[in-house]
């Protein structure tokens, strides 16, 4: 990555409210966007449309259909291709690897056996691998 390239940092907190946002993440510089919606309220399709910059519907993620399986090239994709150095963090169960939403990251940590804090006794990835359509 050129030095003169800007770090990029997208961060994603789904149902967090603005003001425990402000709180917690005080210490985030750059730009903020306080007036931005989402495309829907389904995430696989609200995500894919965050990562493509086109709306669920135009890339085939729906309820019907989670994985982000498209040949949209995705922002982590693009910008691995300009030099970046991508890493992706989710614990959604949806935004996750076994969804294909790992697409471009160089490194992609998804945890999700955690809920609440605590170690989850139920295995998304296994119930995933054995439900995925």
């Known amino acids: 990555?050129?030095?003169?390239?800007?770090?990029?940092?997208?961060?994603?907190?789904?149902?967090?409210?603005?003001?425990?946002?402000?709180?917690?993440?005080?210490?985030?510089?750059?730009?903020?966007?306080?007036?931005?919606?989402?495309?829907?309220?389904?995430?696989?399709a609200a995500h894919g449309s965050l990562f493509t910059g086109k709306f669920g519907s135009e890339i085939g993620v729906h309820g019907k259909s989670p994985n982000l399986d498209c040949e949209q090239p995705t922002l982590a994709e693009i910008l691995r291709d300009s030099g970046y150095t991508t890493r992706g963090f989710s614990?959604?169960?949806?935004?996750?690897?076994?969804?294909?939403?790992?697409?471009?990251?160089k490194t992609f940590q998804n945890e999700t056996r955690v809920v609440s804090g605590e170690a989850s006794s139920f295995n998304w990835p296994q119930f995933i691998k054995d439900h995925k359509t």
Not at 31 to 42: I, Q
Request: glycine share 4%.
């Open 91 to 105: 614990a959604n169960t949806y935004v996750s690897k076994y969804f294909d939403f790992d697409r471009g990251f």
């Open 1 to 44: 990555m050129d030095s003169a390239q800007p770090n990029i940092a997208l961060v994603v907190l789904d149902t967090l409210q603005k003001d425990i946002f402000d709180r917690k993440f005080n210490w985030i510089s750059g730009v903020n966007y306080n007036n931005a919606w989402s495309t829907t309220h389904y995430s696989p």
